[in-house]
C-alpha cells in the first residue's frame, strides 16, 4: 500500500479529483487485514554510499550544496558519461527527459537492494596480538550488502548470530530508504519489518542448519511482530524468548510504567541448545543476587544466615543499639555504607543518595534488630561475610556468615573461587558435584546493567567519546557462552555491530577457555543526525574525510575493538580499571587476539571477470578460508599459497601450485582463475582433501544469484 499511496499523491497533483475518487475506493480495502503478520514490503530499499567510485551506468543523487543544512535531491540519475572531473546525468524514472552535467565530487553513488552488487573489500589496518589464532574482523559497509557479501564467504558456516537492531523508538534511531524514520510515520512498523525481514533471510543462509542459533535483542516495541517475523522465517527452529533486567533503576515511560527489562529471542537451529553451565548465585530464579538465609548448604555453598534477629529478644526495643540502617548500591547490589543506631524516637533511616536503606523491618511492619553491630557488620564485609539478597518492601534481604560457618569455609572444606559482585565470598563445598544447570527465562543479574557494563565500560575504553545504550559486556558474554561454550573454533556474526561488544565479548570467552572463536562485525559509518547538521554547517558533506572519521565505525567500532586488543585507549594510555565476573584481570592486559578492519567496495563485474579486480577480491578469498595466517594479494608469479588456502591463475604452473599445497598442513580451499572447465577439474582432482573453487565463476554467479530481498 505504500507505493499506492504515492501514486495516489501523484495523481492527486494531475488530477485532485480523480485522486480523490481512487482514495475513497481504496480505503475500505486498506481497511481488511488477513490473520497473522502482514505488512508492506517496501522496495525497493536503496542507501547512499558515500566515498565510492563514480562510474557509467552508475545510479547516483546530487548532493545539497556545501554549508546547506537542507536536505538534497532525493531524486535518481544516471551517469550517461564521466569526463575527467564531471559527467553527464540524466533523470531516472520521469515522463520528461532532463538530463545535466555535474561535477563527480557534487554526486554520491545509490544502490538499489534490488541491484546486482559485485562486493570486494580494501583493508584498513590490523592488530595482531595472537600469534596463530584466526582474526576478528570489522567491515565497515551497509550491512545488507556485507550479508549478501558473507553469502559467498560464509555460507552455511556461521555457528552463532547475535544482533541489536534498531529498536524502532521514533526517535531518529535508524534510516530506511536514506530516511530518519520518524514516530508519526505511519508505516513505522511496517518499513521496520520490511528492513529487518530482508536481512534475516540473509542471515538464515548463513547460519548452519544442523547446530547454530540466532540471537536477538529488543524492547517491547516491536517484540511481538519481531516474533512473528521469526516464526515465519525460521519455520524448522525452536524459538524462546527470555526477558532480562538491564536497567534495575527503571526508564521512565511517561503515563505507563517504568522500564527495566528487555527480551532476547534465541532461534534455534537443529540440535542447538542452550549449554549447561556453572552458574553463580546471581542467577537463582527471579534473583537480582537473589539469596535466602540457609541458602547454598544444600547445593555445596556454605551456610549463609539472616541478619535479622528471629525469635526471643528480636524487637528493636531488647537491643536499641542494633537497630541501625544499611545502605545498598541497587546496581550492584553491594553493601555501600553502615549508618550508626537510630535513636529511640527515630523510625526511618536517613536518605543518602543513589542508595537503598534497610531497616530491621519484620513483615508487618513491627521493628526488630539486626544479628551484629555496626563495627562487626563493617569487619566481616571486608572478610566477604556479608551477602546481599533479593529486593523487599524494606529494603534487602541481608545474610552473613556466622562464625562457625566462616571457620569452616577457611578449614579447607570449601574452596574459594573469588567474590560476587556484592564483594560476597564465592565458595565451593570440596567434592560436591557440579551444579552446572540451564538458567530459567528471566535473567536479573548485576553483570547484565547495561548502565554500569555498556555505557560506564566503554568510557573507560574510549574516554570522551559516547555512543547510545550499548550493551552489557557480560550480557552479550553470557547469551553466547550457552551456544558457543562447546565450540572453541565458533564463527559468530554480528550485522548490527555498533560498539563492538559482541567480539569484546567473544575475547573474552576466548581468554576463559583457550578458544580460537572468531568474530566479523558488520556496521556501517553512519553520522548521527545531529553531528550531520553541525559538519554541514561546516560545509562538510558525506565522503569528506573530517566527516567520516565521525562515523560509527571509525570513531567507535574499530577504536573500541583496538582498545580492547591492545589495553591501550586511542591516546596510548593504558585503560584504567579490572574486567569483573567468571575472570577478573586489568583491562590494561589486553587480549591475545588478532583483528582486521576492512571497507565494503564495488566492483564492476567485467574488470572482476578479466582479473583486473583482484586486490579487492582477496581478502574474501581470506576470509572463506578461515580468516587465519596471510593473505594472498600478491599474484606476480603466478600462483601463490599460504597457510590456509592458495589461489592460482597461471595454470602452467600448477604442478608448482599442486606441490606447494600438499607441503601445507593445514590448507582447506585452493582458488583456481580460469575460463576453462576442463583445466579447472584436472587440477582440482589433482588437490583431494582440498576444497577446489572456480574464480571468478563462482563469484559471479553467488552475486547475481543472492535474490530480491
Given at each position: 500500500?505504500?507505493?499506492?499511496?504515492?501514486?495516489?499523491?501523484?495523481?492527486?497533483?494531475?488530477?485532485?479529483?480523480?485522486?480523490?475518487?481512487?482514495?475513497?475506493?481504496?480505503?475500505?480495502?486498506?481497511?481488511?487485514?488477513?490473520?497473522?503478520?502482514?505488512?508492506?514490503?517496501?522496495?525497493?530499499?536503496?542507501?547512499?554510499?558515500?566515498?565510492?567510485?563514480?562510474?557509467?551506468?552508475?545510479?547516483?543523487?546530487?548532493?545539497?550544496?556545501?554549508?546547506?543544512?537542507?536536505?538534497?535531491?532525493?531524486?535518481?540519475?544516471?551517469?550517461?558519461?564521466?569526463?575527467?572531473?564531471?559527467?553527464?546525468?540524466?533523470?531516472?524514472?520521469?515522463?520528461?527527459?532532463?538530463?545535466?552535467?555535474?561535477?563527480?565530487?557534487?554526486?554520491?553513488?545509490?544502490?538499489?537492494?534490488?541491484?546486482?552488487?559485485?562486493?570486494?573489500?580494501?583493508?584498513?589496518?590490523?592488530?595482531?596480538?595472537?600469534?596463530?589464532?584466526?582474526?576478528?574482523?570489522?567491515?565497515?559497509?551497509?550491512?545488507?550488502?556485507?550479508?549478501?557479501?558473507?553469502?559467498?564467504?560464509?555460507?552455511?558456516?556461521?555457528?552463532?548470530?547475535?544482533?541489536?537492531?534498531?529498536?524502532?523508538?521514533?526517535?531518529?534511531?535508524?534510516?530506511?530508504?536514506?530516511?530518519?524514520?520518524?514516530?508519526?510515520?505511519?508505516?513505522?512498523?511496517?518499513?521496520?519489518?520490511?528492513?529487518?525481514?530482508?536481512?534475516?533471510?540473509?542471515?538464515?543462509?548463513?547460519?548452519?542448519?544442523?547446530?547454530?542459533?540466532?540471537?536477538?535483542?529488543?524492547?517491547?516495541?516491536?517484540?511481538?511482530?519481531?516474533?512473528?517475523?521469526?516464526?515465519?522465517?525460521?519455520?524448522?527452529?525452536?524459538?524462546?524468548?527470555?526477558?532480562?533486567?538491564?536497567?534495575?533503576?527503571?526508564?521512565?515511560?511517561?503515563?505507563?510504567?517504568?522500564?527495566?527489562?528487555?527480551?532476547?529471542?534465541?532461534?534455534?537451529?537443529?540440535?542447538?541448545?542452550?549449554?549447561?553451565?556453572?552458574?553463580?548465585?546471581?542467577?537463582?530464579?527471579?534473583?537480582?543476587?537473589?539469596?535466602?538465609?540457609?541458602?547454598?548448604?544444600?547445593?555445596?555453598?556454605?551456610?549463609?544466615?539472616?541478619?535479622?534477629?528471629?525469635?526471643?529478644?528480636?524487637?528493636?526495643?531488647?537491643r536499641p543499639g542494633l537497630f541501625y540502617p544499611i545502605y545498598v548500591d541497587p546496581d550492584t547490589g553491594r553493601i555501600q555504607q553502615v549508618g550508626a543506631p537510630l535513636s529511640a524516637d527515630k523510625h526511618e533511616a536517613p536518605e543518602v543518595a543513589g542508595l537503598i536503606a534497610t531497616l530491621p523491618l519484620r513483615r508487618n511492619g513491627s521493628e526488630g534488630r539486626w544479628q551484629i553491630g555496626p563495627d562487626e557488620l563493617r569487619s566481616r564485609l571486608s572478610q566477604g561475610r556479608v551477602r546481599t539478597g533479593r529486593k523487599t518492601a524494606y529494603g534487602y534481604v541481608i545474610n552473613?556468615?556466622?562464625?562457625?560457618?566462616?571457620?569452616?569455609?577457611?578449614?579447607?572444606?570449601?574452596?574459594?573461587?573469588?567474590?560476587?559482585?556484592?564483594?560476597?565470598?564465592?565458595?565451593?563445598?570440596?567434592?560436591?558435584?557440579?551444579?552446572?544447570?540451564?538458567?530459567?527465562?528471566?535473567?536479573?543479574?548485576?553483570?547484565?546493567?547495561?548502565?554500569?557494563?555498556?555505557?560506564?565500560?566503554?568510557?573507560?575504553?574510549?574516554?570522551?567519546?559516547?555512543?547510545?545504550?550499548?550493551?552489557?559486556?557480560?550480557?552479550?558474554?553470557?547469551?553466547?557462552?550457552?551456544?558457543?561454550?562447546?565450540?572453541?573454533?565458533?564463527?559468530?556474526?554480528?550485522?548490527?555491530?555498533?560498539?563492538?561488544?559482541?567480539?569484546?565479548?567473544?575475547?573474552?570467552?576466548?581468554?576463559?577457555?583457550?578458544?580460537?572463536?572468531?568474530?566479523?562485525?558488520?556496521?556501517?559509518?553512519?553520522?548521527?543526525?545531529?553531528?550531520?547538521?553541525?559538519?554541514?554547517?561546516?560545509?562538510?558533506?558525506?565522503?569528506?574525510?573530517?566527516?567520516?572519521?565521525?562515523?560509527?565505525?571509525?570513531?567507535?567500532?574499530?577504536?573500541?575493538?583496538?582498545?580492547?586488543?591492545?589495553?591501550?585507549?586511542?591516546?596510548?594510555?593504558?585503560?584504567?580499571?579490572?574486567?569483573?565476573?567468571?575472570?577478573?584481570?586489568?583491562?590494561?592486559?589486553?587480549?591475545?587476539?588478532?583483528?582486521?578492519?576492512?571497507?565494503?567496495?564495488?566492483?564492476?563485474?567485467?574488470?572482476?571477470?578479466?582479473?583486473?579486480?583482484?586486490?579487492?577480491?582477496?581478502?574474501?578469498?581470506?576470509?572463506?578460508?578461515?580468516?587465519?595466517?596471510?593473505?594472498?594479494?600478491?599474484?606476480?608469479?603466478?600462483?601463490?599459497?599460504?597457510?590456509?588456502?592458495?589461489?592460482?591463475?597461471?595454470?602452467?604452473?600448477?604442478?608448482?601450485?599442486?606441490?606447494?599445497?600438499?607441503?601445507?598442513?593445514?590448507?582447506?580451499?585452493?582458488?583456481?582463475?580460469?575460463?576453462?572447465?576442463?583445466?579447472?577439474?584436472?587440477?582440482?582432482?589433482?588437490?583431494?582433501?582440498?576444497?577446489?573453487?572456480?574464480?571468478?565463476?563462482?563469484?559471479?554467479?553467488?552475486?547475481?544469484?543472492?535474490?530480491?530481498?
Amino acid at each position: 500500500m505504500s507505493r499506492l499511496t504515492d501514486l495516489l499523491r501523484a495523481a492527486k497533483q494531475l488530477d485532485p479529483q480523480l485522486g480523490k475518487d481512487l482514495e475513497d475506493e481504496i480505503q475500505p480495502l486498506q481497511k481488511r487485514l488477513p490473520f497473522g503478520l502482514n505488512f508492506e514490503r517496501h522496495a525497493p530499499e536503496a542507501v547512499e554510499l558515500a566515498g565510492h567510485k563514480i562510474r557509467k551506468e552508475s545510479r547516483v543523487r546530487i548532493l545539497s550544496p556545501r554549508g546547506s543544512t537542507a536536505r538534497g535531491d532525493q531524486r535518481l540519475w544516471r551517469v550517461d558519461k564521466v569526463i575527467g572531473d564531471a559527467a553527464e546525468i540524466s533523470l531516472l524514472d520521469s515522463s520528461e527527459a532532463e538530463t545535466r552535467t555535474v561535477q563527480v565530487d557534487d554526486l554520491i553513488l545509490v544502490a538499489e537492494f534490488r541491484d546486482w552488487i559485485y562486493p570486494g573489500l580494501r583493508p584498513d589496518g590490523t592488530v595482531e596480538r595472537g600469534d596463530d589464532k584466526p582474526f576478528h574482523t570489522v567491515i565497515n559497509g551497509e550491512n545488507f550488502h556485507v550479508l549478501e557479501q558473507l553469502t559467498f564467504t560464509h555460507a552455511r558456516s556461521v555457528d552463532a548470530i547475535y544482533i541489536d537492531p534498531p529498536y524502532n523508538t521514533g526517535a531518529r534511531d535508524w534510516k530506511y530508504n536514506n530516511d530518519y524514520v520518524e514516530g508519526d510515520d505511519l508505516y513505522r512498523h511496517s518499513k521496520w519489518l520490511a528492513f529487518m525481514e530482508r536481512r534475516l533471510k540473509l542471515a538464515e543462509r548463513l547460519l548452519k542448519p544442523e547446530n547454530s542459533v540466532l540471537i536477538v535483542t529488543i524492547d517491547e516495541k516491536e517484540y511481538l511482530r519481531l516474533g512473528l517475523l521469526l516464526e515465519q522465517t525460521f519455520t524448522d527452529a525452536r524459538i524462546q524468548m527470555i526477558s532480562t533486567v538491564i536497567n534495575p533503576k527503571g526508564v521512565s515511560r511517561g503515563d505507563s510504567f517504568r522500564r527495566s527489562d528487555e527480551y532476547i529471542f534465541f532461534v534455534m537451529l537443529g540440535s542447538a541448545a542452550p549449554q549447561r553451565l556453572e552458574l553463580g548465585t546471581e542467577w537463582a530464579a527471579g534473583s537480582f543476587g537473589n539469596v535466602e538465609a540457609g541458602a547454598g548448604e544444600g547445593n555445596g555453598e556454605p551456610g549463609w544466615s539472616s541478619m535479622m534477629r528471629r525469635g526471643s529478644n528480636s524487637a528493636r526495643t531488647d537491643r536499641p543499639g542494633l537497630f541501625y540502617p544499611i545502605y545498598v548500591d541497587p546496581d550492584t547490589g553491594r553493601i555501600q555504607q553502615v549508618g550508626a543506631p537510630l535513636s529511640a524516637d527515630k523510625h526511618e533511616a536517613p536518605e543518602v543518595a543513589g542508595l537503598i536503606a534497610t531497616l530491621p523491618l519484620r513483615r508487618n511492619g513491627s521493628e526488630g534488630r539486626w544479628q551484629i553491630g555496626p563495627d562487626e557488620l563493617r569487619s566481616r564485609l571486608s572478610q566477604g561475610r556479608v551477602r546481599t539478597g533479593r529486593k523487599t518492601a524494606y529494603g534487602y534481604v541481608i545474610n552473613y556468615l556466622s562464625d562457625g560457618a566462616y571457620a569452616e569455609v577457611l578449614s579447607g572444606g570449601f574452596e574459594i573461587t573469588g567474590r560476587a559482585e556484592d564483594g560476597s565470598i564465592v565458595a565451593t563445598r570440596v567434592g560436591v558435584q557440579s551444579r552446572a544447570q540451564v538458567p530459567f527465562t528471566q535473567w536479573r543479574t548485576p553483570s547484565h546493567n547495561a548502565s554500569e557494563y555498556g555505557s560506564t565500560l566503554l568510557t573507560a575504553f574510549l574516554p570522551g567519546r559516547k555512543f547510545p545504550f550499548p550493551k552489557s559486556l557480560h550480557a552479550v558474554e553470557d547469551a553466547l557462552r550457552l551456544f558457543v561454550s562447546d565450540k572453541p573454533e565458533a564463527v559468530v556474526l554480528d550485522f548490527f555491530a555498533g560498539s563492538g561488544t559482541t567480539a569484546h565479548a567473544l575475547m573474552r570467552l576466548n581468554r576463559q577457555d583457550g578458544g580460537r572463536r572468531q568474530c566479523i562485525s558488520v556496521t556501517n559509518n553512519e553520522v548521527s543526525a545531529e553531528e550531520q547538521t553541525r559538519l554541514r554547517r561546516q560545509r562538510l558533506r558525506p565522503g569528506d574525510a573530517e566527516w567520516e572519521r565521525w562515523g560509527i565505525c571509525d570513531y567507535i567500532t574499530k577504536p573500541r575493538i583496538l582498545a580492547a586488543v591492545t589495553g591501550l585507549t586511542q591516546d596510548g594510555e593504558p585503560i584504567k580499571g579490572d574486567y569483573k565476573f567468571v575472570d577478573e584481570f586489568a583491562m590494561a592486559d589486553g587480549f591475545e587476539e588478532n583483528a582486521a578492519f576492512f571497507t565494503l567496495t564495488y566492483e564492476s563485474p567485467w574488470q572482476i571477470s578479466a582479473d583486473r579486480a583482484f586486490g579487492a577480491i582477496a581478502p574474501m578469498l581470506w576470509l572463506r578460508a578461515g580468516a587465519r595466517g596471510r593473505c594472498i594479494d600478491d599474484l606476480s608469479n603466478g600462483w601463490a599459497v599460504a597457510e590456509a588456502y592458495g589461489v592460482i591463475k597461471d595454470l602452467d604452473r600448477s604442478s608448482d601450485f599442486i606441490e606447494a599445497l600438499r607441503r601445507e598442513e593445514h590448507v582447506r580451499i585452493a582458488f583456481i582463475v580460469t575460463d576453462d572447465e576442463g583445466r579447472y577439474q584436472q587440477i582440482a582432482n589433482e588437490i583431494p582433501g582440498v576444497e577446489p573453487v572456480r574464480l571468478y565463476e563462482d563469484y559471479l554467479r553467488n552475486c547475481e544469484s543472492s535474490g530480491d530481498f
